[in-house]
């Protein structure tokens, strides 16, 4: 099925609308809507459930741009700090205009999953090559934010994401394939025109535009993003991405995959001498850490994932 109106000159205005149209998730409206809270814990709170929850994150962007127009943000904290209690009135706002969304299949939670996977290793990654000067908490953001365009997706046809995810996509380039045989426009496409309506910071856009080029495309320098940001964003994807359709039957060809996925895909991490260990321990870490962070988005447990099974020697 293709989506005629998210083309051309029909595509900025009709994902303007469909940005106003993010899934809500329950979680979200309890914890903004919660009674007799101090405002600071308030806040936090917030914060806390943005860290995990990006379509939250990115309208808190959008609000900051509304009321700070000519502020470059740079974190989603700095965004909710600057509007403040304002914010929470109006997140309120339009938060109780929507339907609750209820995720009710293992192919939407596991969405969701990915979000929260792709920025907690991404997150991990700046850490283990702390050379490269990637800030963590920005690798977190961007990864949160990194599938933008699969929310604005989800909401186009009901049946997303499961009819892509149903089209059993097993890495990044067959996934921009099955959406544009499903949509006629891939989520990086729409992710970016997305994070340019909500103002989402330049580093943020640019992981974006560049999380599924080649490692050899990614440009060194953009805007606002260094090479190493956007690449340990992709590798995020690729290492959440390349378990959960690849699982492996042995650890032998887990490693000989692995070894073989970091030799290919790393330019930037590739100086700082990438081991198998580092990538197992950022997969098991961050595996471990999602499943954690999951449940703050109320959704229950967990999608199981088959790459839990992966055990080490
Ligand atoms: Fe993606
Ligand atoms: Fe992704």
Redo the contacts with the bound molecule.
Sequence with gaps: MSSPELRGSNLRPAVVRLMEELPVLPICISTLTRPDVDIDDHIDDILALAKVEPCLTIRIFQLAAKHFPSRAVTSVQQALMLVGSRAIDELIEVQSMARPFHPDNDEERCMWA??VH?SIAAGMLAKVYGQLGVKPEAAEEAGLL??LG?LVHYKHLAKSPSEIEMQGYRD?AE?LQAEEAVFGISHVALGSVAAEIAHAPAYIRDCIDH?HSKAANIPRKTSAANGSLIELVAIA?EI??YCHRRPADDEDEFAKRSRRFMETRSVYVKKCRPKLEDVYEVLLSSLKQTQTEYLRLGMGPPPQLEYMDIQRR
């Design positions: 990915h979000f792709v990194h599938d699969r990044p996934l999380h994807d959440a991405m």
